[in-house]
């Protein structure tokens, strides 16, 4: 037997060691929020990677990796991409600070009530005059919101 092997003794503590309360979720990245916002805006216009990738004038890989959070556009990457899907730089940017408040909201509240206010996920599309569809606006309280399911 070896030294190291005769040292080593089981311990038995004291005092009941502290439950370990349930870890909160992560804090959200921005850059995943920016992407959940142009992912779910993209599809709820049935349209691909590709045709909003052209229209942006991005190559799909990038703009792939951009929805899926693993890359931090630029302003720029992101204003083009937003004027791909017809919309403007701000609604991207409002849809993201909504998600994050409300994922914030739910951080913060009591697991016992639930999370359905939790999800935050709502389209920010407009009709103009003739039922066509317009400019994005985004809800709060800068201004009102047409939710379209």
Do not use: C, F
Not at 60 to 68: G, I
Not at 78 to 95: E, T
Not at 136 to 146: A, D, E
Request: net charge positive.
């Amino acid at each position: 037997m070896s030294i190291r092997a005769t040292n080593q003794a089981d311990v038995i503590p004291l005092r009941p060691l502290p439950a370990v309360a349930p870890a909160l979720p992560r804090e959200p990245l921005w850059r995943d929020l920016v992407g959940e916002v142009l992912r779910r805006e993209r599809q709820a216009q049935g349209r691909t990677l590709k045709d909003v990738a052209e229209a942006a004038r991005i190559s799909v890989p990038y703009l792939s990796e951009v929805e899926r959070g693993l890359k931090e556009a630029s302003s720029e990457v992101l204003a083009a991409a937003a004027q791909a899907l017809g919309l403007n730089l701000a609604d991207i940017l409002a849809l993201a600070g909504e998600r994050l408040v409300s994922l914030a909201a739910a951080r913060s509240r009591p697991r016992s009530l639930g999370s359905s206010a939790a999800g935050g996920h709502r389209s920010v599309r407009s009709t103009g005059p003739a039922g066509s569809v317009g400019a994005m606006r985004p809800s709060g309280p800068m201004g009102g919101v047409l939710l379209a399911a």
